[in-house]
């Protein structure tokens, strides 16, 4: 009797202490890493050591847009890097083909060394300099009553591709991707001109479904020509607009490689960035005294499309056929690398 007495009494304590002690960890502090998006998912409390390379065991060290530095698990880090680069509303093999290299690109960035704009951090926050970042508070005022259905999809994403990643010669690779192609995709050398061999030009399928897949920009022809020689001044920008632009060499997918201008040959990506094009497969034209880009696409053009992977998962696709399209010669298993 006395011990089924002393037994009611443990599990009593435990039934008051037990929520108490529940509650006292439900509030990171300052250097503990941020909430879990997936937290709103069932949750398997079978307590077992996660496998070598898996998420889970992997700490991310990322600088934040303030400067703060937070320490987050593959996983955690991976949902906000998928719910920022991609449209949650996406195919679910496109979301595994983004989680798988986005988990790619991190370990790639780990791999090659300390970045001198973050030594104390493995990745940032920074779109220019790493991978886009959106936290779940944000990501779920964005997609409103949507907010838990993009939730769990974007977490079975990351779940689904556990671990996996990329690999060229048994390594990483640097996984680039961008939005949308002009029918194919571009070649490492004709945008950097570096040639890297899983980095070639392949087909890719979108097309007019990709909102403002061709967009217009007008330039007035003075302004073109000050900004233009303040690039180059030694080109002749001299007359009628329409005699500036001579010859052109088109990339792979149609762009514009090279094009000579007041008789200057200028990469079309570096026009891209003088003009704030959306891509550098473009054409120009001179009407009245208005200098006209037509663009198609958006991004760099390099690795893999997001909306070229979304139309090949609508067309039955996997998100290994996706990636293997995109990444010449590439194989994606895990990898317990360091």
Not at 106 to 121: F, Q
Not at 216 to 242: I, K, N
Not at 321 to 337: E, F, K, N, Q, R
Request: charged share 20%.
């Amino acid at each position: 009797m006395r011990s089924v007495v002393a037994t009611a009494l443990v599990l009593l304590l435990a039934l008051f202490i037990g929520p108490i002690l529940f509650l006292r960890g439900e509030a990171p502090g300052p250097e503990e890493p941020l909430p879990s998006p997936t937290a709103t998912l069932p949750i398997d409390r079978t307590v077992t050591s996660p496998d070598p390379g898996s998420d889970a065991s992997t700490t991310i060290k990322v600088k934040l847009s303030d400067g703060a530095v937070v320490s987050l698990s593959m996983a955690d880090y991976l949902w906000r890097v998928v719910a920022a680069e991609m449209p949650a509303s996406f195919e679910s093999e496109a979301l595994k083909a983004q989680a798988v290299t986005a988990r790619t690109y991190t370990l790639y960035k780990r791999s090659i060394g300390v970045n001198s704009n973050h030594p104390d951090a493995d990745v940032c926050a920074d779109i220019n300099c790493c991978q886009a970042y959106l936290d779940p508070d944000k990501a779920a005022a964005n997609w409103g009553d949507s907010a838990q259905t993009y939730t769990e999809k974007i977490a079975q994403a990351v779940s689904s591709t556990d671990g996996q990643a990329i690999l060229y010669d048994g390594a990483p690779i640097d996984a680039v991707f961008f939005s949308s192609a002009a029918g194919r995709t571009l070649s490492s050398v004709e945008v950097w001109g570096g040639s890297v061999p899983y980095l070639e030009s392949v087909e890719s399928p979108e097309g007019e479904e990709v909102p403002n897949y061709r967009t217009t920009v007008e330039v007035p022809a003075e302004e073109f020509r000050t900004t233009f020689l303040a690039q180059y001044p030694q080109a002749d920008l001299s007359g009628e607009a329409s005699e500036w632009f001579g010859e052109t060499v088109p990339t792979s997918s149609g762009g514009v490689e090279t094009m000579s201008v007041g008789g200057v040959t200028v990469k079309g990506t570096a026009l891209r960035t003088l003009f704030g094009l959306r891509s550098a497969s473009f054409t120009v034209e001179a009407e009245g005294d208005q200098v006209v880009f037509s663009v198609t696409g958006y991004g760099h053009g390099v690795g893999m499309s997001q909306y070229g992977a979304n139309a090949l998962a609508k067309e039955g696709k996997s998100y290994l056929d996706i990636l293997t399209h995109y990444y010449t010669g590439v194989t994606v298993a895990p990898w317990s690398g360091s």
